[in-house]
């Protein structure tokens, strides 16, 4: 059989029926599907509004950016080159000058045409040239002598003593005993306790 | 109102032409929808849709007669629905099918209704149905319809061959149940 005979009366009874067989819900959400249009419309009314507007915003947005990045570029490069036409400068004046190089610094650019220059000078140090010969070192001193020779004459002057260090003198005046003279003293009487031991007082000193 | 005169309002953004306009075709294109979806919550989505498209690209469409028209608002609807489908279910093109002859007696006219009719289409797998109703009822050719649903000719035919032999086979079901 011929198959396109199944569209041709398909077709011929769907075109009969003239859209009619889901009319019924078709027409009861008609108008719900056209709420929703209008909403759709209205919101994309708005949509396309807060579209218009972000644009607007982004194209001013990319302007301002694209001038003030230009402006940056352009400031940066005059900088760049005032740098350079004030090192070549200052070079030219280093040599003039015959100043170490290290001792002018370019500070701060404060203006396009003002440069603040700083000068730090070098710290000089002067180291002695001349060999000086320390021969000694020396040290007045009150020496005290004590003996025990009675002959030996107190009236003895104050000694200058060269090439000796005030702690050694100190030490040898401080630390030498005093020689005295032994004699025996006989001393009557005694404790309680002496008394009964019959014990003599006799006393070495 | 004339359907050229709808347009022209609605051009110049008349709120009661795009009324005038939904409400003169809104039915054709429910079942225009339906036919291919076969689900009522389906089609109210891809109507609004198709409205939207319709009423927003309104001024770019050159009015030529009422048919061309309507048949661009056809496409519309066609095209949202195949791309609504597909985009919840990857559409398939069921290869496999039962080939089985074909009763010319099946096919008298007088005994088929439009209720037989809308049950077998919808009861087809999604490719079947939408070859066949593309081609057989909207009137489309093979090449329209391979480039609509992005596949081969070649593959259009072959579902529409199948379609039929599957629509064949629903009637003498539907025969044999009345029996």
Request: charged residues 30%; proline residues 4%; negative net charge.
């Given at each position: 059989m011929d198959t396109n005979k199944i569209d041709e009366v398909f077709k011929k009874i769907i075109d009969n029926n003239n859209n009619e067989y889901y009319q019924s819900e078709a027409l009861n959400s008609k108008d719900r599907i056209w709420d929703k249009l209008k909403m759709a419309s209205l919101n994309s009314g708005r949509r396309a509004l807060l579209i218009k507007i972000l644009a607007a915003a982004s194209i001013i947005l990319l302007f301002l950016s694209s001038i003030l990045f230009y402006n940056l570029k352009h400031e940066y490069k005059r900088n760049q080159s005032l740098a350079n036409y004030y090192t070549t400068k200052l070079k030219n004046l280093n040599t003039y000058l015959s100043?170490?190089?290290?001792?002018?610094?370019?500070?701060?650019?404060?203006h396009d045409t003002i440069v603040k220059i700083e000068k730090r000078e070098k710290i000089k140090v002067e180291y002695l040239t001349q060999n000086i010969h320390i021969v000694d070192t020396v040290y007045k001193t009150d020496t005290v002598y004590k003996t025990t020779?009675?002959?030996?004459?107190?009236?003895i002057p104050k000694i200058i003593n060269e090439g000796k260090s005030l702690e050694i003198q100190s030490f040898v005046n401080t630390k030498q005993p005093v020689v005295k003279n032994k004699k025996f003293a006989l001393r009557f009487g005694g404790n309680n306790n002496e008394l009964e031991d019959t014990r003599l007082a006799f006393k070495h000193e | 109102m004339e359907l050229k005169e709808i347009i022209k309002h609605c051009r110049s953004g008349s709120q009661l032409a795009f009324n005038s306009l939904f409400n003169k075709y809104y039915q054709l294109l429910y079942h225009v929808s339906k036919r291919i979806l076969g689900n009522h919550h389906d089609v109210e989505d891809v109507i609004i849709l198709s409205f939207t498209k319709i009423f927003k690209n309104i001024n770019k469409v050159e009015y030529i007669n009422d048919p061309c028209f309507v048949k661009w608002m056809k496409t519309i609807a066609i095209n949202e629905s195949i791309r609504f489908i597909d985009s919840k279910k990857k559409l398939e093109f069921i290869e496999d099918v039962r080939v089985v002859e074909i009763d010319?007696?099946?096919?008298n006219e007088p005994e088929l209704d439009i209720d037989i009719v809308y049950k077998t289409i919808n009861q087809l797998p999604d490719g079947y149905r939408i070859v066949f109703t593309l081609f057989?009822?909207?009137?489309?050719n093979h090449k329209d319809i391979s480039q609509m649903l992005n596949i081969t000719e070649s593959t259009s035919k072959s579902q529409l061959r199948k379609a039929r032999i599957r629509i064949v086979n629903q009637l003498k079901d539907f025969e044999n149940g009345h029996k």
């Open positions: 100043i170490p190089k290290d001792t002018i610094y370019i500070q701060k650019y404060l020779d009675k002959s030996v004459d107190f009236n | 010319d007696s099946l096919l057989a009822i909207e009137g489309y």
